[in-house]
Structures are given as structure tokens and as C-alpha cells.
């Protein structure tokens, strides 16, 4: 089976750096992605590991370890506009499944 | 493209109702999921379609639950008959093959379904 654990909240302040970890257990490994879904939206792709190492996208970075079993995202110079929830997703042998979340509240 | 498309948006029905959810994925993807979203269980997985095949159903919550594709352009699910549990955002994605696993799931904008 496949199992996802993030935590639940995390709160920053604007222009801080906050890091939402990830930690799996799936059958087959292809790929680790975290998307952002807003209240009342849907979820939107954020970025894709599939290697080991550091992925970055503007103020976005994602960090992979396979031999952990373990990722995580990156944010900073937060905004308020980045108070939302953010969701790991493992791509396993047959289907892609989501964690539960975690809720950014970004305070001025 | 205008991306993934659900209807309805909403939907407020009587327990004992059929509701029938829609979906139409973006042109050329060939695979399609449907995902149940609640405060409780967060983001479910409920089934999903390779090339209109359903491939894997095991979350479909119940028999109540059925999901259809008839042809690559078309999805719906629907529960009959709904109970107050069923009470949820439904939404839908699709994806192209890649090779490995990179895999952006694309979401539409889901259904609020309230089951009164």
C-alpha cells in the first residue's frame, strides 16, 4: 500500500522561508510532486521530483531523498497570497496518491 | 484549451436523489481520475481510467457509486441512491502518458455536491 504523512499546519510570517516536509511508503517509486490548492479551488501542479537533490522554481524550491523515503517543499520570501494547503503526492506502480495536507497560514 | 471541465459546479439534492457528476478531460490526455475532497478524509482517490478503461475502483466508497467513460472525451459518476455522508467536492483530473513518473495531474474546478 501507499502512505503519506506531512503535518497538518504550519504558520509564517511574510518574507519568512517555511519548509512542509514529506515522508512515504509506497510499492514502486516513480516520483514525488506537491501541489497547492486555495480555499474554495482546486489543486494546482507545484513541482516534480523524481531524482534525489533540489528542484527550484522561483520562490519555490522541492527536495527529494529516496533513500529516505522522505521530500519536501520549500517556500520563501513568503506572501500572503501563499496562505493555502499543500499536498504531497507519490507516484507508485499504479496510481499517483495524495497526502492529507498541510494548511500555510502566512501572517502579515 | 479550456482545461478540465465539471458540471454541475454545485448541487444541493434530497437523500434518496441520483446525482450524476460530469467531466470532460483535456484533449489528448488518457487518463482520468475521480477524487472525493472532506475536511475529514482530505483528498480520496476514487477511481480512475486509462485510454476510457477503468483501472482501478477499489475507492469507490460503495455499490451506490458507479463511474462511466464512454469515450475519451466523457466521464461521469453517479450515486444513487445519496446519503448526507456523500456530502463533498468531487473533483475530476486528467494527465497524458509520460515516460517515468512525472505526472501533472490537471483538476477541474470541482463539484460541491450537499446531500440534504
Known amino acids: 500500500g501507499q502512505s503519506l504523512e506531512q503535518p497538518s499546519e504550519v504558520t509564517a510570517v511574510e518574507g519568512a522561508i517555511v519548509q512542509i516536509n514529506c515522508t512515504y511508503q509506497t510499492s514502486g517509486f516513480y516520483g514525488l510532486s506537491w501541489y497547492q490548492q486555495h480555499d474554495g479551488g482546486a489543486p494546482t501542479f507545484l513541482s516534480y521530483?523524481?531524482?534525489?537533490g533540489l528542484e527550484e522554481t522561483g520562490r519555490f524550491s522541492s527536495f527529494l531523498s529516496r533513500s529516505d523515503s522522505y521530500g519536501y517543499l520549500l517556500l520563501q520570501e513568503l506572501q500572503m497570497k501563499d496562505s493555502a494547503s499543500y499536498f504531497c503526492?507519490?507516484?507508485?506502480?499504479?496510481?499517483?496518491?495524495f497526502g492529507a495536507g498541510t494548511r500555510l497560514t502566512v501572517k502579515p | 484549451d479550456a482545461g478540465v471541465i465539471q458540471s454541475p459546479r454545485h448541487e444541493v439534492t434530497e437523500m434518496g436523489q441520483e446525482v450524476t457528476l460530469r467531466c470532460k478531460p483535456i484533449s489528448g490526455h488518457d487518463y482520468l481520475f475521480w477524487y472525493r475532497q472532506t475536511m475529514m478524509r482530505g483528498l480520496e482517490l476514487l477511481i480512475y481510467?486509462?485510454?476510457?478503461?477503468?483501472?482501478?475502483d477499489s475507492g469507490m466508497p460503495e455499490d451506490r457509486f458507479s463511474a462511466k467513460m464512454p469515450n475519451a472525451s466523457f466521464s461521469t459518476l453517479k450515486i444513487q441512491p445519496s446519503e448526507p455522508r456523500d456530502s463533498a467536492v468531487y473533483f475530476c483530473?486528467?494527465?497524458?502518458?509520460?515516460?517515468?513518473?512525472?505526472?501533472?495531474?490537471?483538476f477541474g474546478p470541482g463539484t460541491r455536491l450537499l446531500v440534504l
Open positions: 481510467f486509462n485510454n476510457n478503461v477503468p483501472i482501478d
Open positions: 521530483n523524481g531524482l534525489d
Open positions: 483530473a486528467s494527465t497524458a502518458t509520460r515516460g517515468g513518473g512525472k505526472e501533472t495531474q490537471y
Open positions: 503526492a507519490v507516484k507508485g506502480n499504479n496510481d499517483m496518491r
